[in-house]
């Protein structure tokens, strides 16, 4: 039996054996991983307690108002583009990888297909079975679609992706006059967020909530699909090698990482003043900031992407600082980050539900007892990634998609 070549999971990179070794051509991509899963487990962590999305506590007392805005300004919807765009940047280094290894264009896509149409079945048992606000399930429909579409496509038909950038970025400019001149209006309507229900979140029992569940997940899978446009943008990093050769794209990822996390800010902050009581508008124009707080998300993403770059670049001038543990450790979380994703999943039904413990019926206010959830639930991640990179352990869910991916095709011999 051969050995089956190294590759980019889809999700994350796992090392073959022993402990990793990190440089900066590898560090950024895996710490960028390693660390969106705290502001994943943030956002999800949230959305579980508040059975919404975004989960927000939607009349918010003391320093919970700051809280709130610095989540729509920095952390709400701004998470998910961020691993969109790593999605298609891991997609592009498997195709890469496997190409260098000696893979037909033909082989590489259908190993492309298999690991997606894989990650569409795992999202839909990880939706199903435990949050249904999965992303799992939309990024392996948008990975067959890219696949189907874009793979091994040429630099012109990337670089098309910059012609709806252009556009995204003219219609916020558009919503953000708009917003302007009616709330210049003086409206004295307070319009209230509206959010997404996950009324699973809040079943009795785990049987209620699968059904919901069943509700939830294809209407929110459907939704996410249109990531494709941010998982697009990744594959084109991917193919400059941005990531890995930081050095030689310090002026993009400076303007990108300043750029990105001001637009989504500005974007998000209106929503934040709306939560605040201190903005009013009415019904229509909230719809509108509603909308640019979503869609500046995207930048947001793009931003902290280019700033996990600038470090890695940052490390590689001074060796000594990768060697830190935590370093270290939040690297070896992204090389298993589908695994620490899954994990996130299943510490939410356990300690949040209403059928388990139920740590959310404990407290009268919601919102730091679910930031203090994401966080040291993603500590834990972190420390159980770094021992098992120590001991040269991969991650389960890691393994078991790789395999699935694979099936007999590199089983020969």
């Given at each position: ?211 919901e569940r069943l509700r939830e997940w294809p209407m929110h899978t459907v939704f996410m699909s249109s990531s494709i446009i941010i998982i697009w943008f990744g594959a084109w990093c991917a193919r400059q090698r941005i990531l890995e050769n930081p050095a030689n794209h310090l002026r993009k990822l400076s303007w990108c990482s300043a750029i990105g ?153």
């Open positions: 039996m051969t050995k089956e070549p190294s590759d980019e999971s889809s999700l994350a990179k796992s090392s073959d054996s022993g402990p990793v070794q990190i440089s900066d051509r590898a560090m950024a991509p895996d710490l960028a991983r390693g660390a969106m899963l705290l502001f994943i487990a943030l956002a999800n962590c949230a959305g579980y307690l508040f059975a919404s999305a975004p989960g927000v506590e939607l009349a918010p007392q003391g320093s919970e108002r700051i809280y709130n805005v610095l989540s729509f300004m920095f952390l709400h919807a701004r998470t998910y583009p961020m691993f969109a765009f790593m999605f298609g940047y891991g997609m592009i280094q498997l195709a890469m990888r496997q190409q260098a290894a000696g893979k037909s264009p033909l082989e590489v896509r259908g190993l492309l297909l298999r690991r997606n149409g894989w990650l569409l079945v795992c999202g839909l048992l990880h939706g199903v079975l435990l949050y249904s606000g999965d992303i799992l399930g939309a990024y392996g429909v948008a990975g067959l679609l890219f696949t189907f579409l874009l793979l091994n496509r040429s630099d012109r038909i990337y670089r098309l992706v910059f012609w709806y950038l252009g556009f995204m970025i003219v219609y916020c400019l558009v919503l953000f006059v708009w917003i302007a001149a009616n709330l210049a209006n003086g409206s004295t309507e307070t319009a209230v967020i509206v959010t997404s229900p996950f009324p699973s979140n809040l079943s009795l029992t785990y049987a209620a909530s699968l059904v996390i001001l637009a989504a800010a500005i974007g998000g902050l209106p929503m934040g003043l709306v939560n605040l009581g201190v903005l009013h508008a009415d019904a229509d124009t909230a719809s509108m900031i509603k909308m640019l707080y979503e869609t500046t998300g995207f930048f947001g993403g793009v931003g902290y992407v280019s700033v996990f770059g600038l470090l890695a670049y940052a490390a590689a001038q001074s060796p000594v600082w990768t060697q830190i543990r935590i370093v270290r450790a939040i690297t070896a979380l992204g090389q298993r980050s589908l695994s620490g994703y899954l994990f996130q999943s299943l510490i939410w039904v356990v300690i949040l539900s209403p059928f388990a413990l139920n740590l959310g019926a404990r407290f009268e206010r919601l919102t730091f007892v679910a930031a203090g959830t994401a966080a040291i639930t993603w500590l834990i991640s972190v420390i159980l990634a770094y021992f098992m990179d120590r001991h040269g352990k991969r991650g389960w869910a890691e393994v078991l998609l790789r395999k699935l991916s694979y099936g007999r095709f590199y089983r020969k011999g």
